[in-house]
């Protein structure tokens, strides 16, 4: 089993015809809308803490828990894109390296996006933001030499990111986190297809052994840190409390 084992596996199955995909993306606001409907009072509020060097650092509660996530997640895929675009030019077409580089520039965005919001979102009870410093890469399991492999990685990667903002969706408590999370969800769910395509494999939006609609996959966010784990550094370490 490769360290990149925890990312979700790409489904088996009929792949979503592209119009499809659009609606499903395009349809962002409305399921959003449908999901905070949803959200039980009770439910139980995230806390992340980082733990790097033999040092816990609470990375907050609630939406900024939430935040954090994501912002990690975005920072590791920012630097596995940008370990593909430095190492792996000469296996990778022309247009698929423009591809990538987009991808990176909007990871790049995402990225800083939750690292504002999470200075929007402290309070007093969590008043940590994310220092990406203390979250060092570890991608040694991929061979950047071959042209599926890193590939491969960036799609599992993004298609753990998209479930990761679905499952984030129904703790939030801020009307602008979910927005966030929403527009994180449908650019990364249009990368993830677009790698898909380059792979001929199927990708989020596609339909998954035993369930009805891939559109259903979520993560909670005690399993996106432990997913996200996977490409960081021994030593470092996002943990969750209070999350089933």
Same mark, same amino acid.
Request: hydrophobic share 45%; glycine share 6%; with cysteine.
């Given at each position: 089993?490769?360290?990149?084992?925890?990312?979700?596996?790409?489904?088996?199955?009929?792949?979503?015809?592209?119009?499809?995909?659009?609606?499903?993306?395009?349809?962002?606001?409305?399921?959003?809308?449908?999901?905070?409907?949803?959200?039980?009072?009770?439910?139980?509020?995230?806390?992340?803490?980082?733990?790097?060097?033999?040092?816990?650092?609470? /990375?907050?509660?609630?939406?900024? %828990? +939430?935040?954090?996530? !994501? &912002? $990690?997640?975005?920072?590791?895929?920012? #630097?596995? *894109?940008?370990?593909?675009?430095?190492?792996?030019?000469?296996? /990778?077409?022309?247009?698929?390296? %423009? +591809?990538?580089?987009? !991808? &990176? $520039?909007?990871?790049?965005?995402?990225? #800083?996006? *939750?690292?504002?919001?999470?200075?929007?979102?402290?309070?007093?009870?969590?008043?940590?933001?994310?220092? +990406?410093?203390?979250?060092?890469?570890?991608?040694?399991?991929?061979?950047?030499?071959?042209?599926?492999?890193?590939?491969?990685?960036?799609?599992?990667?993004?298609?753990?990111?998209?479930?990761?903002?679905?499952?984030?969706?129904?703790?939030?408590?801020?009307?602008?986190?979910?927005?966030?999370?929403?527009?994180?969800?449908?650019?990364?769910?249009?990368?993830?297809?677009?790698?898909?395509?380059?792979?001929?494999?199927?990708?989020?939006?596609?339909?998954?052994?035993?369930?009805?609609?891939?559109?259903?996959?979520?993560?909670?966010?005690?399993?996106?840190?432990?997913?996200?784990?996977?490409?960081?550094?021994?030593?470092?370490?996002?943990?969750?409390?209070?999350?089933?």
């Amino acid at each position: 089993m490769t360290k990149h084992s925890l990312f979700l596996s790409p489904s088996r199955g009929p792949r979503l015809p592209r119009r499809a995909f659009l609606r499903y993306t395009g349809a962002t606001s409305v399921g959003m809308a449908l999901v905070l409907a949803g959200c039980k009072k009770d439910d139980p509020q995230p806390t992340a803490i980082l733990n790097t060097s033999g040092e816990t650092v609470l /990375l907050g509660s609630g939406d900024t %828990a +939430l935040l954090n996530l !994501m &912002q $990690a997640g975005k920072q590791l895929s920012t #630097d596995l *894109l940008d370990r593909i675009l430095k190492v792996s030019p000469a296996v /990778l077409t022309t247009n698929e390296l %423009a +591809l990538v580089r987009d !991808m &990176q $520039a909007q990871q790049k965005i995402h990225r #800083d996006a *939750l690292k504002a919001a999470v200075n929007s979102a402290r309070t007093v009870a969590s008043p940590q933001a994310l220092n +990406l410093a203390d979250l060092p890469a570890d991608f040694s399991a991929i061979d950047f030499t071959q042209r599926a492999a890193p590939l491969a990685a960036a799609h599992s990667l993004l298609n753990t990111l998209v479930a990761a903002a679905a499952g984030a969706m129904r703790y939030t408590a801020r009307a602008a986190t979910l927005t966030l999370l929403g527009q994180v969800l449908s650019v990364d769910a249009r990368h993830a297809a677009t790698l898909g395509s380059l792979l001929a494999v199927p990708t989020y939006t596609d339909p998954q052994d035993g369930a009805p609609d891939a559109r259903n996959r979520t993560l909670r966010p005690a399993q996106t840190a432990a997913a996200l784990n996977a490409s960081i550094k021994s030593g470092s370490r996002l943990l969750t409390n209070n999350l089933a």
